[in-house]
């Protein structure tokens, strides 16, 4: 498997402009999470989906944030309008299922100018 | 509300010594807790995870040890190596149907020869 990929793997965009990051999960793994990573906060959740169903959208910071899980295989963190304070590096990370250990993709590097 | 902090941003010790991060949490009550590896420009990587249950788990040169009395994790790497430099992070994680997992800011451990 080639394990969790995203993209893409970096992204620049100007103030304003809707980004969408994207996100393939292993097969199998029942559990998506979207975490974002910056130097003053860490590493903070989002979203997760558990089977396609979001549980807990808590961490998304604002209404400018969506995310969605189509299908298993798949899912979107939408960013409209996005503003430079959402500059940040994005991760999804897959479970193969809750309670056990996560398996991360590389990130999307998101800079907002 | 829920807070984990680790020990320091950043620990520096001498090849061959043992390194130990600190991982404490309060307002938690997590039923098993995850270390995990993150080098420059990478997601993190697992390698470890124990239960509430479990006072020790060892892998190779790596010790976990969970005090729920304390509220603390240690995590020890013995006989350390220049390649054991990286960022290391702790995520307390909920059992059950919550199964969201939260990290520390993490502890950049540097390994000097």
């Known amino acids: 498997d080639a394990g969790v990929i995203q993209s893409p793997r970096h992204e620049v965009t100007e103030m304003g402009q809707e980004v969408t990051l994207r996100c393939k999960p292993i097969?199998?793994?029942?559990?998506l999470f979207w975490y974002r990573q910056t130097m003053m906060r860490g590493l903070e959740l989002l979203i997760y989906?558990?089977?396609?169903?979001?549980?807990?959208d808590s961490g998304m910071p604002e209404d400018r944030f969506s995310a969605k899980m189509p299908n298993a295989s798949f899912s979107t963190l939408k960013i409209q309008p996005s503003e430079p304070r959402d500059s940040a590096v994005y991760f999804c990370?897959?479970?193969?299922?809750?309670?056990?250990?996560?398996?991360f993709g590389q990130g999307t590097r998101l800079t907002v100018v | 509300s829920q807070k984990i902090e680790q020990n320091s941003e950043a620990l520096n010790i001498q090849e061959g010594k043992t390194a130990t991060l600190t991982c404490n949490y309060t307002?938690?009550?997590?039923?098993?807790l995850q270390w995990y590896r993150q080098d420059p420009g990478r997601g993190p990587v697992f390698l470890l995870l124990?239960?509430?249950?479990?006072k020790e788990k060892r892998k190779e040169r790596l010790k976990v040890t969970f005090d729920t009395t304390l509220k603390q994790s240690l995590f020890h790497i013995t006989a350390s190596q220049p390649a054991d430099s990286a960022t290391y992070l702790c995520?307390?994680?909920?059992?059950?149907?919550?199964?969201?997992?939260?990290f520390g800011k993490g502890t950049k451990l540097s390994v000097k020869p």
């Open positions: 990370a897959t479970f193969r299922m809750m309670n056990t250990e996560a398996f």
């Open positions: 097969s199998g793994h029942n559990s």
């Open positions: 989906f558990n089977n396609n169903v979001p549980i807990d």
């Open positions: 307002n938690y009550s997590p039923a098993y």
């Open positions: 124990i239960r509430e249950n479990e």
């Open positions: 995520a307390p994680g909920k059992g059950g149907s919550q199964g969201n997992l939260i």
